[in-house]
């Protein structure tokens, strides 16, 4: 296991480098479903890290990523078309058609909707897809081994899930050659050639098999794919055929007796494959809630990016140990102390600090390292509500920042942090106390003067105690009459912010009504 005393990635490489592997070659992989969810994500950084840190190390290594675009669709994302797409579950995703033209299936639109994603965030991993593997007839070879040890396969499902696997039934799914189906299909016999197999009706409750019977080899060549090992088999035989020696995985299927633990008995008892070095990380959650990409639960990777900047959605997976939740709830103040935490951590890095804090906003840059603006998100979202904010936000440079505050604003912000100026003076400012109309005409009085934020802030506390007025009760006028709010951002810059004229006339309105 990794040294705590290091930064996570560091430590790992630093300990694969010792292995001094003529090749370390890092995996991860998905199947396109529907829609990836942001969760998908973090298995691309974990590896990416591990892969590029290797680098740094001068470990020659290689980083692919292999879409399981053979998997079959079994269950319908619920934004899609029931009438158009039920016909294909149990079908595999590359022979059902895309939701959207310009594809050439269901699997590449989602795929490549998710490789958009991480290329933006900074992973660049080599593409691979299931199709292609089992094509070349890379895979025939660990296809026909498993066959012929079916027997030491099924003992291993026995031991891990405690209950009897049939005599009859091997180690592969036929496409069915009548109606297509993957998922309905039970391989029972093995010849050394062919396999003989039903396509079981009532196989699965969410979809129906044709009830055709009939043998096939269960090899595939350029022209058909023949059919598909079961995944937790076929992930180790993926291990073996590719050569991959790192490969990582969420904690479901990490966690004893799960599907890692099958894939690596496979390797120790019947391929004879060394098990990847591990990297198992935890669920990233959204809300408490772990997403699904099918049932439509959760963020999509690529909605993550309209509310935050490519880099902070990797700093996000970074700045996280791999055994530790994410639990991202964009409601609420989620966001602006994720802001916070990357301004702190880029001035630790900018300060020369030799800390994790330093390593993780450099292991978070995309294309060079670059100094994040040092406004506060807070302070920024509460510019973009300001009129005649815009030209600051240029002038320094905010405008990307800004776009996001504007989002999180509109979206995610408590009710407390949003104002808006009202067009005419509120009926709630006609009832103010006569002491705080005296105060808004002091102000109003004061205003042809020139006023930098800060100074006319402080006067702001001076003229109420001048008036014997509190704190709370002075600005409550100023927010009732701009916002019809008893609250709102620094007085003293939502002021000047408005066009002096506008504030002195609402606030003689307000003085006496």
Known sequence: ?????????????????????????????????????????????????????????????????????????????????????????????????????????????????????????????????????????????????????AQDIRKIYEELYKKKIEKNWYPFQPYCSNCGKVSTTNADNWDGEKVSYSCEVDAVLWTKGCGFKGEMSPFSNEKEIAGKLPWKVEWAAKWKVLGITVEGAGEDHMSKGGSHDLASLICERVINYSVPYTLPYAFFLIGGRKMSSSKGRGSSASEMLEILPPELLRFLMVKTKISQQINFDPVGETIPKLFDEYQKAADAYFDKKNDDLARIFELSQISGIKKPPSIRFSVLSQYVQMPNKKKEIEKEGFEEWAGYAKTWIERYAPESEKFSVQDSLPESAKKLTDIQKKYLNKIYLELDKSWKPEDLQVNLFEWAKELKLSSKDAFCAIYMSLLNKNYGPKAGWIILSLDKEFVKKRFSEAANS
């Open 1 to 149: 296991m990794y040294n705590d005393c290091m930064f996570w990635v560091d430590s790992v490489a630093s300990e694969l480098k010792k292995r001094n592997f003529s090749l370390e070659w890092v995996d991860d992989m998905k199947t396109p479903s529907g829609k990836i969810h942001v969760g998908a994500l973090r298995g691309v950084i974990v590896h990416d890290l591990a892969f590029k840190v290797l680098k740094e190390l001068g470990v020659k290594t290689k980083y692919t990523y292999i879409f399981d675009n053979h998997d079959p669709m079994d269950a319908l994302p619920v934004y899609l078309p029931k009438e158009k797409f039920e016909k294909y579950l149990g079908m595999p995703l590359f022979k059902v058609p895309s939701p959207v033209e310009g594809f050439s299936n269901y699997a590449e639109y989602y795929a490549k909707e998710f490789t958009e994603v991480f290329n933006k965030i900074g992973c660049y991993p080599e593409i691979l897809w299931s199709t292609d593997l089992y094509k070349s007839g890379k895979m025939n070879p660990l296809i026909k081994e498993c066959l012929n040890k």
